[in-house]
């Protein structure tokens, strides 16, 4: 049995809790509807705390500021970075994450970020013990600036036809958002002086960058507080900053977005054997194209667990025999609570095929017209061309004797 990492937490206890609420985590729309609050007409924001590591991981300077009090210029750069921490594609960028239940007891991780979060920012001990944990974890080798903010949402009610009720609101979101920037040196260049009148050096500043890392405390699941979840902010995908991810939340890391591709990848290829060809891996990728198709306009992202994936078997169109094995063969290598996001495992917009000498992209509506033949004893891809095929821009002949041959 190949082993793997759960691509999200198991256990029986994350499981009934996750089934108690009707969306286990933060979807598009509510991404979006906390996202649009970073706005300088929103004034969602009240407290902005910031500390500034240099390369040697010392702190630099440590501030606390009413956000109110910003100037409109350092306000709107402000919510610029904040919109960037909850941007990106779930799954990829965005991550939810549910806290182990002993993490919530006294003096466990969400224990910790709801002391931080109820004192609004205003306890000196506990902002020098966040920071702190962030310092000691994350693993950058240049300067960058820790930003957290604490802010208050009124949530409005919605009518039946979707239209908000600003005026009925009874609920309030209170949160905590952080985001990690790097903070790189201006280029060196020639620029226009105006005291002097002149083209001169250009005086070169310490720039703070769009994030790289950063998270949402508490989720805003179902349009309210869940303080059991919280939303997690990568960059780069595949790197999560895991030992940062386990000093502040104590949270199984999730499967990046390669390793899921390649978990489903180990799944097909291990449960096919001699059925796994080109037309079966293709009919798979087509069936789930279309079931990622079918779910374009939920909220919710498609997860493919054991159940979905043996229905992805059998709508594609594999054996009735390898059927039955599916969801067995899936718990066996991705894990018992593994659920795969439709979109991390397969380009639904453009199919690859790759040789150790050739890389062909395909879309995926033509995928069919290609297929494997033995010619001369070797195994080819033939594609059919019924009008023209251009190299390098230059249409070639596709008619005729081909001179080389003469």
């Known amino acids: 049995m190949i082993k793997v990492p759960v691509a999200y937490p198991a256990g029986k206890n994350y499981t009934d809790r996750v089934q108690k609420r009707k969306g286990s985590f933060m979807n598009r729309k509510e991404i979006l509807e906390i996202r649009n609050q970073f706005t300088p007409e929103k004034a969602a924001i009240?407290?902005?705390?910031?500390?500034?590591?240099?390369?040697?991981?010392?702190?630099?300077?440590?501030?606390?500021?009413?956000?109110?009090?910003?100037?409109?210029?350092?306000?709107?750069?402000?919510?610029?970075i904040f919109r960037h921490t909850l941007s990106g594609t779930i799954g990829k960028n965005l991550l939810s994450l549910a806290f182990p239940l002993e993490q919530e007891a006294q003096g466990g991780a969400q224990e910790f970020l709801l002391s931080l979060r109820d004192s609004k920012l205003q306890?000196?001990?506990l902002l020098d013990q966040f920071f702190d944990r962030i310092i000691a974890s994350y693993v950058y080798e240049a300067n960058y600036y820790i930003i957290v903010i604490h802010g208050a949402y009124d949530i409005p009610s919605k009518a039946t036809d979707g239209m908000e009720m600003f005026d009925a609101s009874e609920d309030v979101y209170d949160f905590i958002l952080l985001s990690i920037c790097p903070v790189n040196l201006a280029k060196a260049g020639l620029s226009y002086n105006l005291s002097d009148n002149d083209i001169k050096e250009r005086v070169r500043d310490w720039v703070v960058?769009?994030?790289?890392?950063?998270?949402?405390f508490p989720a805003f699941t179902d349009r309210n507080t869940d303080i059991h979840s919280v939303l997690?902010?990568?960059?780069?995908?595949?790197?999560l900053q895991a030992d940062m991810m386990e000093r502040l939340f104590s949270s199984p890391i999730p499967l990046?977005?390669?390793?899921?591709k390649e978990t489903f990848g180990m799944l097909i290829s291990s449960l096919l054997g001699e059925e796994c060809n080109y037309r079966s891996v293709a009919n798979v990728h087509e069936s789930l194209g279309e079931m990622?198709?079918?779910?374009k306009e939920d909220p919710e992202p498609l997860m493919i667990d054991d159940a979905a994936?043996?229905?992805?078997?059998?709508?594609?169109?594999?054996?009735?025999?390898?059927?039955?094995?599916?969801e067995d063969g899936f718990r066996a290598v991705a894990g018992k609570e593994t659920k795969l996001l439709a979109d991390n495992i397969t380009n639904s917009r453009q199919y690859q095929i790759k040789t150790p000498e050739i890389t062909i992209k395909v879309d995926p509506a033509y995928a069919d017209r290609i297929s494997t033949r033995i010619i001369d004893d070797r195994q080819c891809l033939v594609i059919p061309v019924d009008d023209h095929i251009e190299f390098n821009g230059i249409d070639v002949r596709t008619i005729g004797k081909d001179p080389s041959q003469s």
């Not at 990046?256 to 899921?260: N, R, S, V």
């Not at 990622?292 to 779910?295: D, T, V």
């Open 232 to 239: 997690y902010y990568t960059k780069k995908p595949e790197d």
């Open 256 to 260: 990046t977005a390669g390793a899921q």
């Open 123 to 125: 306890d000196d001990e």
């Open 292 to 295: 990622i198709a079918e779910h």
């Open 46 to 80: 009240d407290t902005l705390c910031g500390c500034y590591v240099d390369h040697e991981k010392k702190k630099r300077f440590v501030t606390r500021k009413a956000f109110g009090q910003l100037s409109a210029e350092e306000e709107f750069k402000y919510h610029d």
């Open 309 to 326: 994936f043996h229905s992805l078997l059998a709508k594609s169109g594999i054996s009735s025999e390898i059927c039955a094995m599916a």
């Open 209 to 216: 960058d769009v994030p790289e890392k950063g998270f949402l």
